[in-house]
T-cell receptor, first 113, second 109 residues
């Protein structure tokens, strides 16, 4: 079955630690995206990538980093520089044609203690 | 930049109709999406409008007016399972999506 997976579902970390969230897709999509969602709010774009080995900052990239070494994978690292990292993180992927629908993974809920 | 506004919350009765409005200002436009999101879950695609007019898909319809920067999502014959947040999102160049804050719909028996 084709899909997009994120792991783990829940993640707890101590303040000051870096943490990497996994995102994998087997939909053969060129584009991948990371969003952050805070309680009762919409999604905000952190980083996106239209092709392997290339990525761009979104609206709230500070304190985050990404890599895109493989088409199927787009891991997100939440660094200690991110001031309020506790949130729900959603990964998405899509084709790159105009108006292509984005498909979302199940999300990772990160809690920093 | 992008600015997207939608109501925070709406309540309706099972079997009724609810209309969720979305207004936007954008510097580029490649279409408008509506997604449904149940609490703690991933958003799922409902509709995409790029031309003016109404798109109907079963109990859900979506309307777009590009000149007015306005869209609405119409949910008919409401069911309890329709209780969720509904996200309006505008696509700009490069297929970047900007989301509104979401409208939480509560369906009561």
């Amino acid at each position: 079955d084709g899909g997009i997976t994120q792991s783990p579902k829940y993640l707890f970390r101590k303040e000051g630690q870096n943490v990497t969230l996994s995102c994998e897709q087997n939909l053969n999509h060129d584009a991948m995206y990371w969003y952050r969602q805070d309680p009762g709010q919409g999604l905000r774009l952190i980083y996106y990538s239209q092709i392997v080995n290339d990525f761009q900052k979104g609206d709230i990239a500070e304190g985050y980093s990404v890599s895109r070494e493989k088409k199927e994978s787009f891991p997100l690292t939440v660094t200690s520089a991110q001031k309020n990292p506790t949130a729900f993180y959603l990964c998405a992927s899509s084709h790159t044609n105009r108006g292509a629908e984005q498909f979302f993974g199940p999300g990772t809920r990160l809690t920093v203690l | 930049g992008q600015n997207i506004d939608q109501p925070t919350e709406m309540t309706a009765t099972e079997g009724a109709i609810v209309q969720i409005n979305c207004t936007y200002q954008t510097s580029g436009f490649n279409g408008l999406f509506w997604y449904q999101q149940h609490a703690g879950e991933a958003p799922t695609f409902l509709s995409y409008n790029v031309l003016d007019g109404l798109e109907e898909k079963g109990r859900f319809s979506s309307f777009l007016s590009r000149s007015k920067g306005y869209s609405y999502l119409l949910l008919k014959e409401l069911q309890m399972k329709d209780s969720a947040s509904y996200l309006c999102a505008v696509m700009a160049a490069g297929n970047k999506l900007t989301f509104g804050g979401g409208t939480r719909v509560l369906v009561k028996p």
